[in-house]
Protein backbone atom coordinates (compact mmCIF):
# COMPACT_ATOMS: atom_id res chain seq x y z
CA UNK A 1 0.00 0.00 0.00
CA UNK A 2 2.18 2.39 1.07
CA UNK A 3 4.23 1.60 -2.60
CA UNK A 4 1.00 2.32 -4.25
CA UNK A 5 1.30 5.93 -2.10
CA UNK A 6 4.58 6.35 -3.33
CA UNK A 7 4.40 6.18 -6.91
CA UNK A 8 2.31 9.22 -7.97
CA UNK A 9 4.09 11.82 -5.53
CA UNK A 10 7.01 10.28 -7.70
CA UNK A 11 5.66 11.16 -10.70
CA UNK A 12 4.67 14.58 -9.65
CA UNK A 13 8.03 15.08 -8.26
CA UNK A 14 9.85 13.76 -11.49
CA UNK A 15 7.17 15.79 -13.41
CA UNK A 16 8.30 19.26 -11.69
CA UNK A 17 12.14 18.50 -12.32
CA UNK A 18 11.70 17.91 -16.08
CA UNK A 19 12.29 14.29 -15.78
CA UNK A 20 10.19 12.42 -18.01
CA UNK A 21 10.52 8.16 -17.80
CA UNK A 22 10.99 6.60 -20.66
CA UNK A 23 12.68 10.12 -22.38
CA UNK A 24 15.99 9.30 -21.66
CA UNK A 25 18.58 11.29 -24.12
CA UNK A 26 21.06 8.85 -26.41
CA UNK A 27 24.07 7.85 -25.04
CA UNK A 28 26.42 8.80 -28.14
CA UNK A 29 26.43 11.88 -30.25
CA UNK A 30 25.73 9.77 -33.76
CA UNK A 31 22.29 9.04 -32.46
CA UNK A 32 19.25 10.89 -34.23
CA UNK A 33 17.61 13.37 -32.23
CA UNK A 34 14.81 11.94 -29.61
CA UNK A 35 16.53 8.62 -30.22
CA UNK A 36 16.42 6.78 -26.56
CA UNK A 37 19.54 5.73 -24.13
CA UNK A 38 20.06 2.88 -25.67
CA UNK A 39 20.25 3.37 -29.19
CA UNK A 40 21.98 1.52 -31.50
CA UNK A 41 22.73 1.64 -35.47
CA UNK A 42 21.15 -1.27 -37.00
CA UNK A 43 25.18 -1.83 -38.54
CA UNK A 44 25.82 -6.04 -38.97
CA UNK A 45 29.33 -5.01 -37.51
CA UNK A 46 27.49 -3.43 -34.29
CA UNK A 47 24.89 -6.38 -33.58
CA UNK A 48 27.64 -8.74 -33.74
CA UNK A 49 30.01 -7.63 -31.90
CA UNK A 50 32.60 -7.28 -34.60
CA UNK A 51 35.17 -5.48 -32.74
CA UNK A 52 37.58 -3.80 -35.58
CA UNK A 53 40.75 -4.11 -33.62
CA UNK A 54 41.83 -7.22 -31.29
CA UNK A 55 40.72 -6.71 -27.62
CA UNK A 56 44.51 -7.42 -26.68
CA UNK A 57 45.55 -4.05 -28.60
CA UNK A 58 42.69 -2.63 -27.13
CA UNK A 59 44.45 -3.25 -23.90
CA UNK A 60 48.07 -2.22 -24.98
CA UNK A 61 46.97 0.89 -26.93
CA UNK A 62 45.11 2.10 -23.96
CA UNK A 63 46.93 0.66 -20.89
CA UNK A 64 43.53 -1.09 -19.77
CA UNK A 65 42.29 -4.01 -19.23
CA UNK A 66 39.14 -6.46 -19.40
CA UNK A 67 37.70 -5.48 -15.84
CA UNK A 68 38.28 -1.65 -15.96
CA UNK A 69 36.60 -1.60 -19.59
CA UNK A 70 33.43 -3.05 -17.83
CA UNK A 71 33.53 -1.12 -15.38
CA UNK A 72 34.49 2.48 -16.86
CA UNK A 73 31.77 2.21 -20.37
CA UNK A 74 28.79 2.94 -18.43
CA UNK A 75 26.97 4.91 -21.21
CA UNK A 76 28.19 7.75 -20.73
CA UNK A 77 32.62 7.85 -20.88
CA UNK A 78 33.66 6.86 -23.64
CA UNK A 79 37.09 4.41 -24.76
CA UNK A 80 39.24 7.81 -25.98
CA UNK A 81 38.20 9.25 -22.10
CA UNK A 82 39.75 6.30 -20.63
CA UNK A 83 43.06 6.90 -22.80
CA UNK A 84 43.06 10.11 -21.50
CA UNK A 85 42.92 9.42 -18.29
CA UNK A 86 45.73 6.96 -19.23
CA UNK A 87 47.61 10.07 -20.09
CA UNK A 88 47.77 8.22 -23.96
CA UNK A 89 48.55 10.72 -26.45
CA UNK A 90 47.33 11.34 -29.69
CA UNK A 91 43.94 12.67 -31.52
CA UNK A 92 41.25 10.29 -32.27
CA UNK A 93 42.05 9.37 -35.91
CA UNK A 94 46.09 8.85 -33.84
CA UNK A 95 44.43 6.29 -32.05
CA UNK A 96 42.09 4.93 -33.94
CA UNK A 97 44.40 4.06 -36.56
CA UNK A 98 46.92 2.65 -33.68
CA UNK A 99 44.33 0.49 -32.69
CA UNK A 100 43.52 -1.00 -36.40
CA UNK A 101 47.46 -0.78 -37.32
CA UNK A 102 48.34 -4.53 -37.09
CA UNK A 103 45.22 -5.71 -39.41
CA UNK A 104 45.61 -3.07 -42.03
CA UNK A 105 48.29 -5.15 -43.76
CA UNK A 106 45.71 -8.48 -43.88
CA UNK A 107 42.69 -6.71 -44.84
CA UNK A 108 41.64 -5.97 -48.78
CA UNK A 109 42.74 -1.96 -49.23
CA UNK A 110 39.00 -0.72 -49.47
CA UNK A 111 38.00 -2.25 -45.55
CA UNK A 112 40.95 -0.11 -44.32
CA UNK A 113 39.14 3.26 -44.11
CA UNK A 114 35.89 1.31 -42.72
CA UNK A 115 38.30 -0.38 -40.11
CA UNK A 116 39.64 3.16 -38.97
CA UNK A 117 35.96 4.62 -38.80
CA UNK A 118 34.53 1.86 -37.04
CA UNK A 119 37.43 2.02 -34.71
CA UNK A 120 36.89 6.17 -34.07
CA UNK A 121 33.12 4.91 -33.46
CA UNK A 122 34.61 2.23 -30.84
CA UNK A 123 36.57 5.00 -29.17
CA UNK A 124 33.46 8.10 -29.04
CA UNK A 125 30.17 6.49 -28.94
CA UNK A 126 30.11 5.03 -25.25
CA UNK A 127 27.00 2.76 -25.51
CA UNK A 128 28.15 1.72 -29.15
CA UNK A 129 31.02 0.41 -27.50
CA UNK A 130 29.88 -0.98 -24.60
CA UNK A 131 27.54 -2.87 -26.60
CA UNK A 132 29.98 -4.25 -29.09
CA UNK A 133 32.45 -5.31 -26.36
CA UNK A 134 29.89 -6.55 -23.67
CA UNK A 135 26.15 -7.39 -25.27
CA UNK A 136 27.44 -10.31 -26.83
CA UNK A 137 24.37 -12.01 -27.25
CA UNK A 138 22.39 -8.97 -27.99
CA UNK A 139 21.77 -9.93 -31.73
CA UNK A 140 19.11 -10.01 -34.26
CA UNK A 141 20.62 -12.80 -35.65
CA UNK A 142 19.28 -14.45 -32.68
CA UNK A 143 15.12 -13.71 -33.01
CA UNK A 144 15.81 -13.90 -36.97
CA UNK A 145 17.06 -18.06 -36.49
CA UNK A 146 14.02 -18.36 -34.38
CA UNK A 147 12.72 -21.39 -35.98
CA UNK A 148 15.73 -23.58 -35.64
CA UNK A 149 16.61 -22.62 -32.34
CA UNK A 150 13.22 -22.69 -30.65
CA UNK A 151 10.61 -24.07 -33.09
CA UNK A 152 9.02 -20.85 -33.23
CA UNK A 153 8.91 -17.91 -35.49
CA UNK A 154 10.71 -14.92 -35.15
CA UNK A 155 7.62 -12.43 -34.51
CA UNK A 156 6.20 -15.39 -31.96
CA UNK A 157 9.78 -15.09 -30.62
CA UNK A 158 9.77 -11.72 -29.68
CA UNK A 159 6.40 -11.79 -28.32
CA UNK A 160 7.28 -14.41 -25.76
CA UNK A 161 10.46 -12.71 -25.04
CA UNK A 162 9.03 -9.26 -24.32
CA UNK A 163 7.19 -11.09 -21.67
CA UNK A 164 10.50 -11.55 -19.90
CA UNK A 165 10.59 -15.49 -20.19
CA UNK A 166 14.43 -17.26 -20.48
CA UNK A 167 15.45 -18.59 -23.81
CA UNK A 168 14.89 -22.20 -22.81
CA UNK A 169 11.58 -21.30 -21.69
CA UNK A 170 10.63 -19.99 -24.73
CA UNK A 171 12.65 -23.17 -26.44
CA UNK A 172 10.11 -25.12 -24.19
CA UNK A 173 7.04 -23.47 -25.90
CA UNK A 174 8.09 -23.94 -29.68
CA UNK A 175 8.46 -28.13 -28.07
CA UNK A 176 12.77 -27.85 -27.96
CA UNK A 177 14.41 -29.33 -24.93
CA UNK A 178 17.28 -27.26 -23.30
CA UNK A 179 20.33 -29.10 -24.74
CA UNK A 180 18.74 -28.41 -28.15
CA UNK A 181 18.21 -24.68 -27.37
CA UNK A 182 22.31 -24.35 -25.84
CA UNK A 183 23.43 -26.51 -28.99
CA UNK A 184 21.39 -24.46 -31.58
CA UNK A 185 22.65 -21.23 -30.19
CA UNK A 186 26.58 -22.22 -29.73
CA UNK A 187 26.28 -23.00 -33.39
CA UNK A 188 24.26 -19.64 -34.27
CA UNK A 189 27.44 -17.78 -32.81
CA UNK A 190 30.18 -20.00 -34.33
CA UNK A 191 28.33 -19.32 -37.73
CA UNK A 192 28.42 -15.91 -36.61
CA UNK A 193 31.89 -15.23 -36.10
CA UNK A 194 32.92 -17.48 -39.04
CA UNK A 195 31.63 -14.63 -41.26
CA UNK A 196 32.82 -11.73 -39.42
CA UNK A 197 36.27 -13.08 -39.92
CA UNK A 198 35.22 -13.83 -43.75
CA UNK A 199 34.06 -10.39 -44.72
CA UNK A 200 36.98 -9.45 -42.64
CA UNK A 201 34.81 -7.35 -39.57
CA UNK A 202 37.68 -8.76 -37.24
CA UNK A 203 40.56 -10.68 -36.99
CA UNK A 204 40.76 -14.75 -36.41
CA UNK A 205 42.26 -13.78 -32.91
CA UNK A 206 39.55 -11.57 -32.22
CA UNK A 207 36.92 -14.10 -33.24
CA UNK A 208 38.01 -16.48 -31.32
CA UNK A 209 38.36 -14.51 -28.01
CA UNK A 210 34.25 -13.27 -28.57
CA UNK A 211 33.44 -17.11 -29.14
CA UNK A 212 35.24 -18.13 -25.85
CA UNK A 213 33.63 -15.41 -23.67
CA UNK A 214 30.21 -16.25 -25.23
CA UNK A 215 30.91 -19.71 -24.57
CA UNK A 216 31.77 -19.01 -20.66
CA UNK A 217 28.33 -16.81 -20.77
CA UNK A 218 26.01 -19.22 -22.50
CA UNK A 219 24.55 -21.42 -19.88
CA UNK A 220 23.83 -18.15 -17.85
CA UNK A 221 22.54 -16.87 -20.76
CA UNK A 222 19.82 -19.27 -21.61
CA UNK A 223 18.54 -19.51 -18.05
CA UNK A 224 18.31 -15.66 -17.43
CA UNK A 225 15.07 -13.94 -18.58
CA UNK A 226 14.96 -11.23 -21.12
CA UNK A 227 13.65 -7.94 -19.53
CA UNK A 228 10.45 -6.61 -20.60
CA UNK A 229 9.78 -3.26 -22.50
CA UNK A 230 8.65 -2.14 -19.46
CA UNK A 231 11.95 -3.29 -17.54
CA UNK A 232 14.09 -1.97 -20.34
CA UNK A 233 12.38 1.63 -19.98
CA UNK A 234 13.15 1.65 -16.45
CA UNK A 235 16.96 0.27 -16.61
CA UNK A 236 17.66 2.92 -18.95
CA UNK A 237 15.92 5.39 -17.13
CA UNK A 238 17.72 5.18 -13.77
CA UNK A 239 20.11 7.60 -12.04
CA UNK A 240 23.85 6.97 -13.44
Known sequence: MRQRLLLPILAVLLAALGVVPGAAGAADSHAPRGARLDWLPADEWVMSS?????????DAVVKTDHAELQSWLDDHRTLAQLARAHRVTGSTAVLAHRLVAPRLAHVRRALRPVLQRR???MLTQAHLSRHVLFHIFHTPAIPNAARSIFGLSPARFRSIRDSG???ITIGAAGGRSPAHVQGALWALLVQRAA???AVGAMSRAQADALLAEQKRQLFL????SFRTPEQQIAFICRPH
Open 165 to 167: RSP
Open 119 to 121: ARD
Open 221 to 224: YVYR
Open 195 to 197: RGV
Open 50 to 58: WLPFDEARL
